[in-house]
Antibody, heavy 122, light 107 residues
Framework: QLQLQESGPGLVKPSETLSLTCTVS??????????WAWVRQPPGKGLEYLGS???????YYNPPLRSRVTLSVDTSKNQFSLRLTSATASDTAVYFC??????????????WGQGTLVTVSS | ESVLTQSPGTLSLSPGERATLSCRAS???????LAWYQQKPGQAPRLLIF???KRAAGIPDRFSGGGYGTDFTLTISRLEPEDFAVYYC????????FGQGTKVEIK
């Protein structure tokens, strides 16, 4: 069964870069075409889609955060990663990695990691 | 960017009752590309419905979705104890935004 696991620092200082990695288990990122995505959820609030990347490096960034987000994929480690620059307190959230089908207009998330809380604070 | 407004904010019902959740978009949802998720405290969301009315794998048939254009609904025909949770709609046609959620609580 596919498993997604987020990892990275739980505390980031303001203005620094937030970096997270999602490790995919029991499934090869190279195997079949899917997009691998990041979604976040501030404490007690709703969900925000950040962007998606394919195994081949095709990338979609959701416009609101496009200028600050970088996604990458490492097929040799079966991982994909998120970098969010210039972090502020408003970036404090639970960050989820997820998977969605590889097709136009298919950004509905079938599989999710458990999520990891990142707090931006000095 | 389309804004999704879910109503009511909280729905208080008893097990066995029918739940009807609303999701209204500020713009026409392209291709009726609308999904619904269930989230319980401390857990990741779980996909229930995509494409307005298609149930995701393993989702019981008491969950159904419908709607068109800007108005969409999620119906739970008979609430089971495990259905009390927060529900989010998501548009993935253009804006790829989520609604703010409806909490279904035990009355």
């Amino acid at each position: 069964q596919l498993q997604l696991q987020e990892s990275g620092p739980g505390l980031v200082k303001p203005s620094e870069t937030l970096s997270l990695t999602c490790t995919v288990s029991n499934y090869s990122i190279n195997n079949t075409p899917y997009y691998w995505a990041w979604v976040r959820q501030p404490p007690g609030k709703g969900l925000e889609y950040l962007g998606s990347i394919s195994y081949a490096g095709a990338i979609y960034y959701n416009p609101p955060l496009r200028s600050r987000v970088t996604l990458s994929v490492d097929t040799s480690k079966n991982q994909f990663s998120l970098r969010l620059t210039s972090a502020t307190a408003s970036d404090t959230a639970v960050y989820f990695c997820a998977r969605h089908p590889y097709a136009a207009h298919a950004e509905y998330f079938e599989h999710w990691g458990q999520g990891t809380l990142v707090t931006v604070s000095s | 960017e389309s804004v999704l407004t879910q109503s009511p904010g909280t729905l208080s019902l008893s097990p066995g009752e029918r739940a009807t959740l609303s999701c209204r978009a500020s713009q026409h949802v392209l291709g009726n590309f609308l999904a619904w998720y269930q989230q319980k405290p401390g857990q990741a969301p779980r996909l229930l419905i995509f494409g307005t009315s298609k149930r995701a794998a393993g989702i019981p048939d008491r969950f159904s979705g419908g709607g068109y254009g800007t108005d969409f609904t999620l119906t739970i025909s008979r609430l089971e104890p495990e259905d009390f949770a927060v529900y989010y709609c998501q548009e993935y046609g253009d804006s790829k935004t989520f609604g703010q959620g409806t909490k279904v609580e035990i009355k």
